[in-house]
């Protein structure tokens, strides 16, 4: 089933906390978008390429190259025409990403009520400011606002690890040798969910 997604933007400080975030200079705002054009591949293009080589584990080994990035999101553009998932974006105050995420609808019949939230992906230079934890709460939100009332997802990063636990995310366990490092070698990943039913109501996305 197509979901239908209007774009939002939600203003966030680039603070996490809450004080630092009435003062900031810097907010970025998170959109939820229906295309990707060449700016946004672009963008997230430099997005993707910049956590591969700072040594994130999302399905690309070394050298991670240009072409490799782009022919990434232009295949998620299909799958956005498509109806099977939703990217989101982090801007900041020059109009530049500096984060992404995506929530995948496309699953089994028998699962009309399930998300996967994938690729969970902020810019180094944009590290410690909230970014990551206005991106979660922003795809929360797309997915209550779609229907979904369950996410999954796995991840390899500690720091991501304890985001989500922080934002309410249930660690299930630990899949070992899931996936190869850069250098070729093994690492492990570990999987968390969310049941939104509990979540306060939210403005729809």
Sequence with gaps: MRQRISSTIV????SPSRAAQMN???PVQVRCLETLGDREIQGLSDVLTDCVEGGASVSFMSPMTRAKAEAFWRSASASMARGERVVLVAED???AIV???QVIWAQPENQPHRGE???MLVHRRARRHGVGAALLAAAEQCALSAGRTLLVLDTASDDAERLYARQGWQRVGVIPDYALLLDGGFCATTLFFKDLRGAPPRAPC
Excluded: F, Y
């Excluded at 203003?11 to 680039?14: F, Q």
């Design 117 to 119: 939230l994938a690729k």
């Design 99 to 101: 984060g992404t995420v």
């Design 24 to 26: 900031s200079p810097n």
């Design 93 to 95: 105050a020059a109009g």
């Design 11 to 14: 203003v966030i400080a680039s």
